[in-house]
């Protein structure tokens, strides 16, 4: 059997200084524990909540290993393809980036991270926070 952790990481709030554009953003990954067999399919849950259209983000940690970006999503096509097999799909109406792979291996056992954020855009310019 595999054992995958994810952690719930609250970001901070988001202070602007243009009337009326102060959000709080969270993400919430409600799986806090799974395990899986060896070639079984992989689904961990990622709900956010954000004011905004988000940039949402998917992270591994290994075991004695830094962070490492899986996937990211900005715009366009809502099905994200990965690295290492591995996909997620931005569902706005459920507010939920969840995560999958069809079939995982022995190396997937891992920590895994959901992370928003956001953009400000001004004429020309596009800022990210």
Not at 3 to 28: K, M, W
Not at 45 to 63: D, E, I, K, M
Not at 98 to 115: G, T
Request: proline content about 5%; hydrophobic content about 35%.
């Amino acid at each position: 059997m595999l054992t995958f952790c994810t952690e719930s990481a609250l970001l901070s709030l988001i202070v602007h200084c243009f009337p009326g554009d102060a959000r709080a953003q969270s993400v919430t990954q409600p799986d806090i524990h799974i395990t899986v067999s060896e070639g079984a399919s992989l689904e961990l849950r990622c709900n956010y909540s954000y004011g905004a259209t988000p940039y949402l983000f998917w992270y591994v940690q290994s075991p004695g290993q830094g962070l490492q970006l899986l996937l990211r999503y900005f715009s366009g096509d809502t099905l994200v393809q990965g690295i290492k097999g591995f996909e997620a799909e931005f569902k706005r109406s459920q507010s939920s980036f969840n995560l999958r792979k069809p079939s995982v291996h022995w190396s997937d056992a891992a920590e895994y991270f959901c992370a928003v954020t956001g953009a400000h855009c001004f004429p020309g310019t596009c800022y990210s926070y």
